[in-house]
Every structure is written in C-alpha cells, then in structure tokens.
Nanobody, 120 residues
Framework: QVQLVESGGGLVQAGGSLRLSCAASGRIFSINGMGWYRQAPGKERELVAATTSGGSTNYADIVKGRFTISMDNAKNTVALQMNSLNLEDTAVYYC??????????????WGQGTQVTVSS
C-alpha cells in the first residue's frame, strides 16, 4: 500500500557530492518523519540522518557538516545532499519513513536501497 522509491545513487570521486531522493506513494494520510540509513559490507545498518515533518533533524556525528537532509511535506519526499564524500561513505543507502495510513497505526517503511560508491 505504501512504497518508498529512492534515486540518485552512483559512483563519485572522493571529495565529490551526490544527492539522494526518496518519494513515498500509496495510501498516505500523514508522514511523521523520514530518514536515511546506510549499510556498508560487513557492517550493521546505521542511521545517517533523519527529520520530522516539523523540521527537526538528527545527524550521525560522522556526517555532520557534510550531509543535509530535507523533507518536502507536500510532495512526500525526502532528500539527502551529501558533500565532501569520502571512502567511508560507500554503502547502500536506504530511505525510511514513519507513515500513518489510517486505523490508528503508524508504520515504518523502507525503500529498496541505492548504492553509493566513493572512489579514490
């Protein structure tokens, strides 16, 4: 009933920038918050950045000052602007959203993931 579709991943040189986008569609009454997680090979999935619909943001320390998350409530989208990328940013990036679709329940949804590869 709800889908999250990511775009914008790819290959970039160290020091470069990428912008990830995620669009939520389907039965959506409201979105409480959206965020980005990432998972590198052999590592657990970790929070990169998150935002509430009210604009409160939270960043992993390792990306503070380099990444910026922004949410468009009207379009049900979230973007992650990533600057000054380094090799350690290489991972699959997943979009996440807490969505209310009725019946008093807020559910967490995940996108399929988009690969970000930073080369030296």
């Amino acid at each position: 009933q709800v889908q999250l579709v990511e775009s914008g991943g790819g290959l970039v040189q160290a020091g470069g920038s990428l912008r990830l986008s995620c669009a939520a569609s389907g039965r959506i009454f409201s979105i409480n918050g959206m965020g980005w997680y990432r998972q590198a090979p052999g590592k657990e999935r970790e929070l990169v950045a998150a935002t509430t619909s009210g604009g409160s943001t939270n960043y992993a320390d390792i990306v503070k000052g380099r990444f910026t998350i922004s949410m468009d409530n009207a379009k049900n989208t979230v973007a992650l602007q990533m600057n000054s990328l380094n090799l350690e940013d290489t991972a699959v990036y997943y979009c996440n959203a807490q969505i209310y679709s009725g019946w008093g329940i807020v559910r967490t949804y995940w996108g399929q993931g988009t690969q970000v590869t930073v080369s030296s």
